[in-house]
Every structure is written in structure tokens, then in C-alpha cells.
């Protein structure tokens, strides 16, 4: 018999989407949100035809990761999960980015508000979600190099002395997908609505955060060499509700009063 076909080759270019999402009601679970999220089973390992299965033909493999920030009480403070998605073929790539910046079949609705597998907020039972954000850039066809989310404008910033970083050309810009209940807004002069800050993840290429200086993107340790320009949701259509810390618990009931003393004897 013929000895079978080689393995595809590693990847030899850069080629590959990052996806980012972070919330607030529920602790991400790594062996189980990133498959779902990625359109397979946990428990068997079967597609689920959903999410990014729909989209994530040809992708050659991924690789994902979750932190979960929690208070001194134990309450979730924010739980984030990256993801990067690697292709072969460039045009496989940019296929794949156009359906998640299209916001196509809902699929940034569907992430942040809907249960598994067809979402991915949670099992039955879990916490109404809240302070959804997602957001999602591309290599493209690998032509670019040193992209970074946190500058997805052409415009040059304002300090020559800001991070270096390469221009997204139009069709792969940066999508923020924000939900109304965790974003900033703008005012009378520039009714804008911007990303909420978003801490940095080197690894997955997200070396300064977005907007992580809100609102004049100057770090005030370095005032003259950071400049990063204020971020806008792309949609600002998730549904989610705001996050309310849990009330404090109701004060302690007093203590009986004392038995009268008995009279004293005569």
C-alpha cells in the first residue's frame, strides 16, 4: 500500500487571527471555553458546527489561554480569554477575519450572550452575562508586520517617541465589539462610544492593551513617549447587562438585652 500523505507543514509565515474576549459575570474555563469558541466538544471532541466552526475551514491550529482577576472577597473582577488562529493560505486568513468583522450570523451576539454550544456565555446555570467585550484583528496575508490593535488607525499618533507599529491596511482593521453596559462614552462635542480599557497580552500581539490610558492615552510614568489614540467600539449591539457588585450583607442583628438585675436583699 502507499504510505500515507505527510502531515501539513508547520506554519512558515505569520499568517493568523487573534480573538480576545473579556466578562465579568463567570470565571472563563480554558479546557472548555476555548473549544466551544472554536467549534468543538469538550466532552468529545466532535464539531459543533458553531462559532468559529462555521468560519475556521483551512485554519492549519490555534492555540488559547484564560485569566480570571478576582477581588479579595472572591467576587470576579474580569475573566478574559485570548485565542490566535493560524492559516497556511493568506486567503484562507483574510476569508476567515471577514467573516468575524462582518459580524457575521451574529457571531459576536451570539459570544457574548448566548449559552453553549451556540454562545459562549456559560452552561445552564451560570450567570446572566455582563461587561461583555470582544475584539478581533488579522496578519492578513503576512505583508505587514509589527500590527498592533491599539493603534487601528492610519493616523500617525502624536509623539514621535510611541510605540513602532505597522499600519492596518482598511480591510483587515481591528473589530471592537462592545456591548452598552461596559464601554466609554463620548460627549456633547464627540457623542463617540469607546472600547473599555483592555490590559496588554504580548503574546497574543497585544503588546499595549487598547485604550489603556483613557481618556488622553498618555501614560503618566512616561508622558512624552506614549501617546495611544482613543479606540471606538465597532458595534456597541451585544446584549449585556451592567455588572452590579453584590449588596453587603445585612448588618448583625443586636444582641438581647440583659435580664434586669435581681433587687438586692434587705
Not at 5 to 33: C, F, H, K, W
Not at 142 to 161: D, E, I, Q, R
Not at 166 to 192: I, Q, V
Request: charged share 5%; hydrophobic share 35%.
Amino acid at each position: 500500500p502507499s504510505p500515507p500523505p505527510p502531515s501539513p507543514s508547520p506554519p512558515t509565515t505569520e499568517l493568523y487571527t487573534v480573538i480576545m474576549l473579556n466578562q465579568s459575570s463567570r470565571a472563563y474555563d480554558q479546557g472548555v471555553d476555548c473549544n466551544y469558541l472554536y467549534g468543538i466538544n469538550p466532552s468529545t471532541g466532535a464539531p459543533t458546527l458553531q462559532l468559529l466552526g462555521l468560519y475556521n475551514a483551512g485554519a492549519y491550529s490555534f492555540v488559547c489561554e484564560t485569566q480570571t482577576v478576582t477581588s479579595s472577597s472572591g467576587a470576579i473582577v474580569w475573566s478574559a480569554l485570548w485565542m490566535k488562529v493560524f492559516f497556511l493560505d493568506p486567503t484562507l486568513n483574510l476569508l476567515f477575519y471577514d467573516n468575524l468583522q462582518r459580524n457575521q450570523g451574529s457571531l459576536w451576539q451570539k459570544i457574548g450572550s448566548i449559552a453553549y454550544p451556540i454562545g459562549l456565555s456559560g452552561g445552564s446555570g451560570a450567570p446572566p452575562p455582563c461587561g461583555f467585550f470582544g475584539m478581533a484583528f488579522t496578519t492578513g496575508d503576512g505583508s505587514v508586520s509589527n500590527l498592533n490593535p491599539a493603534f487601528p488607525y492610519p493616523t500617525p499618533p502624536t509623539s514621535p517617541l510611541a510605540p513602532a507599529h505597522g499600519t492596518f491596511p482598511t480591510a483587515w482593521a481591528p473589530f471592537y465589539a462592545c456591548s452598552a453596559n461596559n464601554l466609554f462614552n463620548g460627549n456633547e462635542t464627540n457623542p463617540l462610544y469607546f472600547v473599555p480599557i483592555t490590559s496588554p497580552k504580548a503574546s497574543y500581539n497585544i503588546p499595549d492593551g487598547v485604550n489603556l490610558y483613557f481618556p488622553n492615552g498618555i501614560n503618566p510614568a512616561m508622558p512624552a513617549a506614549r501617546y495611544l489614540p482613543l479606540v471606538e467600539c465597532s458595534i456597541i449591539s451585544v446584549p449585556n447587562q451592567a455588572c452590579f457588585s453584590p449588596p453587603p450583607p445585612p448588618p448583625a442583628p443586636s444582641p438581647p438585652p440583659m435580664p434586669p438585675s435581681p433587687p438586692s436583699p434587705s
